[in-house]
């Protein structure tokens, strides 16, 4: 058997080490530290358009205290984009509200500016009150039309939590996804650009919002000499050790950032010739996913009647992990109460989508094993 060929692996840089060395030296091994601050600089610093980080312990923490501080309560309406991982969503229920799901357009798969703003008519309609806050999601690195959404957004006077767990270096009109709205998310999980072994990262605009994020994720204690609360708090901080990494890693995120982005390339490339089988590319120059995961889309009738699944358990049998995309969050069983706005688009690419592996430690003879797995498969 081959060497197995993994979806999106964690790749240190080598300067990891280091910034934990210096926690155990300095007896920095607390939640908070040095190398806290160190990493949240140099977010913002990557980010620009003056943005104040604060890191946490997950992506998922991050949207839930965006979502806190957006003022979100028991019973408000928060619209979400429905083509997403659970963890955009979940937050919105921890807050005892209600999702609200909106469908994505064909040519980024994320939120649709067409059916946010019918959604965001049909509420008010029927409830006398506009949602709460609008999660759009960029998925597998891919930014949503943002000019569009902000416009709906401004218009109804509605705030943006951007779920950018998967888009950290991608660009929209140049600017960094995550510098769009209110607040922004990141997540440094284990398979995402770069890594914290776990941690995530909430992106403000203003060092007040900055400030307040961590009074919430440190339990909101009030300034007195005891321990006084005025609002329920969290405990999201992320620890020194975790930040140590995360520093050695903001080290090489442009080189993993360009190494996704050619390993995108090469699949473009491989799968060129093959009719039922269309990498998904950014459809305009206003556009630059990070390509975090480089996907496709499967048309069994030009494959030999080969689905996106099928070729999924082939690829096993080769030894290579690929994934479903992300099943929509109003097909999802336990959100299946909430209302969805949309016309079926994100059930439809979820039917012919596949991730394949895109790690940036893959050399091109993996990514060429797999496109020619691919195309051996289909060709039967
Ligand atoms: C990974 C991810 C999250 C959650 O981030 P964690 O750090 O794992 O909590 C949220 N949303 C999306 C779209 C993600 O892919």
Same mark, same amino acid.
């Given at each position: 058997?081959?060497?197995?060929?993994?979806?999106?692996?964690?790749?240190?840089?080598?300067?990891?080490?280091?910034?934990?060395?210096?926690?155990?030296?300095?007896?920095?091994?607390?939640?908070?530290?040095?190398?806290?601050?160190?990493?949240?600089?140099?977010?913002?610093?990557?980010?620009?358009?003056?943005?104040?980080?604060?890191?946490?312990?997950?992506?998922?923490?991050?949207?839930?205290?965006?979502?806190?501080?957006?003022?979100?309560?028991?019973?408000?309406?928060?619209?979400?984009?429905?083509?997403?991982?659970?963890?955009?969503?979940?937050?919105?229920?921890?807050?005892?509200?209600?999702?609200?799901?909106?469908?994505?357009?064909?040519?980024?798969?994320?939120?649709?500016?067409?059916?946010?703003?019918?959604?965001?008519?049909?509420?008010?309609?029927?409830?006398?009150?506009?949602?709460?806050?609008?999660?759009?999601?960029?998925?597998?690195?891919?930014?949503?039309?943002?000019? =569009?959404?902000? &416009?709906?957004?401004?218009?109804?006077?509605?705030?943006?939590? *951007?779920?950018? @767990? +998967?888009?950290? #270096?991608?660009?929209?009109?140049?600017?960094?996804?995550?510098?769009?709205?209110?607040?922004?998310?990141?997540?440094?999980?284990?398979?995402?650009?770069?890594?914290?072994?776990?941690?995530?990262?909430?992106?403000?605009?203003?060092?007040?919002?900055?400030?307040?994020?961590?009074?919430?994720?440190?339990?909101?204690?009030?300034?007195?000499?005891?321990?006084?609360?005025?609002?329920?708090?969290?405990?999201?901080?992320?620890?020194?050790?975790?930040?140590?990494?995360?520093?050695?890693?903001?080290?090489?995120?442009? =080189?993993?950032? &360009?190494?996704?982005?050619?390993?995108?390339?090469?699949?473009? *490339?491989?799968? @060129? +010739?093959?009719? #039922?089988?269309?990498?998904?590319?950014?459809?305009?120059?206003?556009?630059?996913?990070?390509?975090?995961?480089?996907?496709?889309?499967?048309?069994?009738?030009?494959?030999?009647?080969?689905?996106?699944?099928?070729?999924?358990?082939?690829?096993?049998?080769?030894?290579?992990?690929?994934?479903?995309?992300?099943?929509?969050?109003?097909?999802?069983?336990?959100?299946?109460?909430?209302?969805?706005?949309?016309?079926?688009?994100?059930?439809?690419?979820?039917?012919?989508?596949?991730?394949?592996?895109?790690?940036?430690?893959?050399?091109?003879?993996?990514?060429?094993?797999?496109?020619?797995?691919?195309?051996?498969?289909?060709? +039967?």
């Amino acid at each position: 058997m081959q060497e197995r060929i993994w979806l999106s692996l964690a790749q240190m840089g080598g300067g990891e080490q280091k910034y934990i060395q210096e926690a155990f030296d300095t007896n920095w091994v607390v939640p908070l530290g040095p190398n806290v601050n160190g990493f949240e600089n140099d977010i913002a610093k990557f980010l620009g358009e003056d943005s104040h980080v604060v890191a946490l312990s997950a992506g998922t923490a991050a949207i839930h205290l965006g979502l806190v501080q957006l003022g979100i309560e028991a019973g408000d309406e928060v619209i979400c984009q429905s083509f997403t991982f659970a963890a955009s969503a979940n937050p919105i229920k921890y807050l005892g509200a209600n999702p609200i799901f909106v469908d994505s357009e064909e040519d980024t798969w994320n939120l649709s500016p067409e059916w946010l703003e019918k959604a965001i008519l049909d509420r008010k309609a029927k409830t006398g009150k506009s949602p709460k806050a609008i999660i759009p999601v960029y998925l597998y690195g891919m930014p949503a039309k943002m000019d =569009e959404i902000c &416009a709906i957004a401004t218009k109804y006077d509605i705030p943006i939590m *951007e779920d950018a @767990a +998967e888009a950290m #270096g991608s660009t929209y009109k140049g600017r960094q996804c995550g510098t769009f709205g209110e607040f922004g998310a990141l997540s440094f999980n284990g398979n995402k650009m770069i890594t914290t072994s776990g941690g995530g990262a909430l992106i403000c605009r203003t060092e007040e919002g900055a400030k307040r994020t961590m009074f919430f994720a440190t339990q909101a204690r009030e300034n007195r000499p005891y321990y006084y609360h005025e609002h329920i708090g969290y405990n999201y901080r992320m620890s020194n050790i975790c930040a140590g990494i995360g520093r050695g890693q903001m080290e090489v995120l442009e =080189e993993h950032i &360009a190494r996704r982005r050619a390993i995108h390339t090469l699949y473009t *490339e491989q799968l @060129a +010739e093959c009719q #039922g089988i269309s990498v998904k590319q950014n459809p305009s120059t206003d556009f630059d996913s990070n390509f975090w995961l480089t996907c496709i889309e499967v048309d069994p009738t030009l494959c030999n009647g080969k689905s996106a699944d099928d070729i999924r358990l082939y690829l096993e049998t080769q030894n290579i992990e690929s994934r479903l995309l992300w099943r929509p969050m109003h097909t999802q069983p336990i959100f299946a109460d909430c209302p969805y706005y949309g016309d079926g688009v994100s059930e439809r690419i979820f039917e012919r989508g596949l991730c394949l592996p895109s790690g940036s430690s893959l050399s091109d003879e993996q990514i060429i094993r797999v496109a020619n797995a691919i195309k051996q498969f289909i060709s +039967e």
